[in-house]
């Protein structure tokens, strides 16, 4: 093992210990007589922060002696979640840790509990962004992330009287994870025009500047496990480029709009938007996006220029990944700084841009494909919509060469629509200024290859367009997450090596039969719904049965995601349990259902969803008849730190999407891995989690996503028929059994009047008898671990290590750095 103790502050209890009681003291000013909670957190962090830095340090030091070809992850969204424990585990100190804390008075638990959440991100695309940071450190590759420094993340949700209130979430107090870099700033320009002037013969585009915003760089420190290794993630932070007064104005005594130009450039970077898998076109949104690609790419740009090569070598030194579409405008940007700046010829410069970039799509919801229109990119960036309309001709010219008889191919394809107002297509962009673009599950890749981007794979052919099917780090979300299910899983697998290894979970299977170890199993699930339990009674007052079937569904409120679905479900259970005899009902299994996720604020249906969750709760958890045979619960606020609490917790989740709409959800993954069973669609990644796994061990239903397209058309043009079971729900509904009727007449009006797209009806009677199924499997116990051992041996597959093993093979082209560790 490579010597810690050479390169880092402590090693044992009594050095962290000491290098605690140092920062109480000196660093928070503090007594360790007053030393709280808080405080206790707050050291702890710094501690191993210090150890963190000297890695870190030496990384980018090796990154940089080295010179070798680099990864430049480029997301508008990481959602980190907490980072302390994961540093802890990731440098392999954690018992110190908590045999120190110990001593001092603090059960390690809570001490991590106060950290907040670093929740710069919505869902699946920031989270897997996240995955991959932790992977590409693990795996030791030269990569850095970039992305924006929101003042405000994800607004946290509160559940007031049923509905969902949102709140500012103010996480940056006190962040001992980000070291501000004063002196790496950046100034970005916007609006202005553009002038063309001859130097040395050549005639160049110079844009001149409207306003000028300075980018501040933050720079957090990425711990891989079990290696030096610490990469980095530079967020930029937005201030005023003239400092932050306007003196003549404050001189006159003029105060509002003496500090108006800082108020207005910070705002740029103090916004999360709230929406997955939505756009909508707002011009600080586009601002955002080319301050963020601007700064980078400046920084980018920079570091390829210390070592003095050949422009022609920058694909060879840089690769850069658009986490979707919201980077797209980088292409746009390199491209003018290589004509603009350096003089390159175009051919050139495209040639050198188009080789370096690689993009990455999440969705082929049509309201979720970013465009904007061409009048506000002409304001904000003249010089960018003239390069855009030179690829755009360029690129119309190859497609006019190659399909001359195909007219309309050019509507179709070009990167600015006719519409009114015209629009620029970014996906369409990213496609034509990337070498490689790939989905993130088998059956979404091949989905964009045949809908949204058909005409593209007939121009470029199949092969750059490829799959990469997601995954998530076992770090976090199995060892971090589920430590006694880690070691349970260790014990079994010849030690840790699984958690860098996923493969390695195949030996598990050999000890399914084994009564013993079956039985230690159930005892950690169990162990984890108590604790899920206790979460639940202390936030929403309800008791729950830790014995009970916990089913699961957590993720953002979507129509495509079919909470509804799910709601609906739960209320014809509530009703069939209504109908049977007490001697009946004894013989029911008991439920509990168990719901959270945020819906973006200006998305009202989905508000209604969360609306009519918590109104059947508040009618089922009250109604004796039921008692502990059927709890509903609506868990507020969930986020990532939630999320490693509620994943080990379940029996059954849900991963219900209409077929062909969820890209590749990564939760299915989560909880699988940490021993649950899944119910769900033939969509996105359910469908190689079933290859692995064994259709035996999971719960399918559901129409197929080939059927979607002629279901939706019949349900327009031929008569609709409703489920009667859903039917009844709806019935019961408009009685006003879980409230005011007219508070839900939207949701079934979407189904009964409104051509039911998401296919709930369609759906609804092979949902109802699959969940029937898998209560009957949950009452042979013994048989259900069985399944959940031999699910999560095989899981492997799904570890995001495997994923940057192949972006770097077949997008990137880039090698891991081997790392001395002595
Ligand atoms: O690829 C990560 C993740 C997929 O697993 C989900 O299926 C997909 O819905 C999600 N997309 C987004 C888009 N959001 N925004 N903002 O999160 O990507």
Request: glycine share 6%; hydrophobic share 40%.
């Amino acid at each position: 093992a490579w010597k810690r103790n050479q390169i880092t502050s402590f090693t044992d209890k009594d050095g962290f210990e000491k290098e605690v009681v140092r920062h109480v003291e000196t660093t928070l000013a503090r007594s360790m007589f007053n030393c709280d909670e808080i405080a206790a957190y707050s050291a702890t962090s710094l501690a191993f922060r210090d150890r963190l830095i000297t890695h870190w340090n030496r990384t980018q030091q090796r990154q940089t002696y080295r010179d070798t070809k680099r990864v430049y992850y480029l997301s508008l969204e990481f959602l980190m979640g907490r980072a302390l424990d994961n540093a802890m585990l990731n440098v392999g100190l954690k018992n110190v840790a908590q045999d120190g804390l110990a001593e001092l008075g603090f059960r390690i638990e809570d001490v991590v509990k106060q950290e907040h959440d670093a929740a710069l991100g919505n869902g699946g695309l920031g989270r897997l962004a996240a995955c991959f940071l932790d992977s590409l450190a693990t795996l030791n590759f030269p990569a850095w992330g970039y992305g924006l420094r929101y003042r405000y993340g994800i607004f946290k949700q509160e559940i007031i009287d049923g509905y969902q209130v949102e709140v500012p979430d103010y996480w940056l107090d006190f962040n001992p994870w980000e070291f501000p870099r004063h002196d790496v700033t950046v100034d970005i320009q916007f609006f202005g025009q553009v002038n063309k002037k001859t130097v040395g013969g050549k005639t160049i585009s110079v844009w001149e500047a409207g306003e000028i915003v300075q980018a501040v760089a933050y720079d957090v420190p990425i711990p891989g496990y079990d290696t030096p290794t610490t990469n980095n993630l530079r967020l930029w932070s937005s201030k005023a480029s003239g400092g932050e007064f306007d003196f003549q104005k404050f001189n006159s005594g003029d105060y509002e709009s003496s500090v108006a130009d800082q108020q207005r450039a910070e705002t740029i970077s103090a916004v999360l938007y709230p929406n997955d898998n939505l756009e909508r076109g707002k011009e600080l949104r586009l601002k955002q996006q080319y301050f963020w690609v601007a700064a980078s790419l400046y920084d980018i740009v920079r570091r390829f220029k210390k070592s003095r090569r050949s422009w022609n070598e920058f694909p060879d030194q840089v690769a850069i990944q658009l986490n979707d579409t919201h980077p797209t405008l980088a292409i746009v940007e390199l491209q003018r700084i290589l004509v603009d700046v350096e003089g390159l010829e175009w051919d050139n410069a495209w040639e050198i841009v188009t080789s370096t970039f690689g993009y990455t799509n999440h969705t082929v919801l049509p309201e979720a494909l970013e465009k904007w229109p061409v009048g506000l990119v002409q304001h904000l960036l003249p010089r960018h919509l003239q390069i855009i309309y030179d690829i755009n001709l360029f690129f119309l010219q190859s497609v006019e060469k190659a399909f001359p008889d195909d007219r309309d191919m050019l509507r179709r394809v070009s990167i600015i629509e006719e519409s009114q107002p015209k629009m620029v297509r970014m996906a369409f962009l990213a496609i034509v200024g990337s070498h490689k673009v790939n989905g993130v599950a088998e059956l979404h890749s091949d989905l964009i290859k045949t809908t949204i981007f058909k005409d593209f794979v007939e121009i470029y052919g199949p092969d750059k367009f490829t799959n990469v099917t997601n995954g998530i780090t076992p770090r976090r979300w199995l060892h971090q997450a589920n430590p006694r299910l880690s070691e349970l899983i260790a014990s079994k697998c010849g030690g840790n090596d699984f958690l860098k290894d996923l493969t390695i979970l195949n030996q598990l299977e050999k000890h399914v039969e084994d009564k013993q170890f079956r039985k230690e199993w159930a005892e950690i699930k169990y162990a984890n719904k108590v604790r899920l339990a206790k979460h639940i009674k202390d936030t929403t007052g309800v008791v729950v049965n830790p014995a009970s079937l916990f089913d699961v569904q957590v993720k953002r409120i979507h129509e495509y995601k079919r909470q509804q679905l799910n709601i609906f479900g739960v209320i014809h259970r509530y009703l069939s349990l209504k109908a049977m005899t007490p001697d009946q009902r004894k013989k029911q299994l008991p439920r509990v259902s168990i719901f959270g996720g945020k819906a973006a604020p200006g998305y009202w249906m989905a508000k209604q969803i969360i609306h009519l969750i918590n109104s059947v709760g508040a009618v089922v958890n009250k109604d004796e008849d039921i008692g502990d045979l059927l709890k509903v619960i609506f868990l507020e606020d969930y986020n990532v730190s939630k999320a490693e609490m509620i994943c080990p917790a379940s029996d059954i989740s849900e991963h219900i999407s209409t077929a062909g709409t969820e890209a590749s959800g990564t939760s299915n993954m989560k909880f699988v891995l940490n021993g649950g069973l899944i119910i769900g669609t033939c969509d996105g990644a359910n469908i190689e989690i079933t290859r692995e796994i064994g259709e035996s061990n999971i719960f399918l239903f559901g129409n197929l996503s080939e059927d979607v397209e002629d279901l939706r058309h019949a349900h327009t043009y031929g008569s609709h028929t409703i489920d009667s079971d859903l039917d009844k729900v709806f019935n019961e509904i408009e009685k006003g059994t879980f409230g005011t009727p007219h508070d839900f007449s939207a949701m079934i009006a979407a189904v009964r009047q409104h051509g039911d797209y998401y296919l709930v009806s369609d759906d609804f009677h092979s949902y109802i008898e699959t969940h029937q199924l898998v209560d009957e499997a949950y009452r042979n116990q013994d048989e259900w671990i069985a399944k959940c051992i031999t699910s999560v041996s095989r899981m492997g597959f799904f570890t995001s290590d495997r994923c940057i093993n192949e972006y770097a093979e077949e997008i990137w082209n880039v090698e891991p750095l081997v790392v001395d560790r002595h």
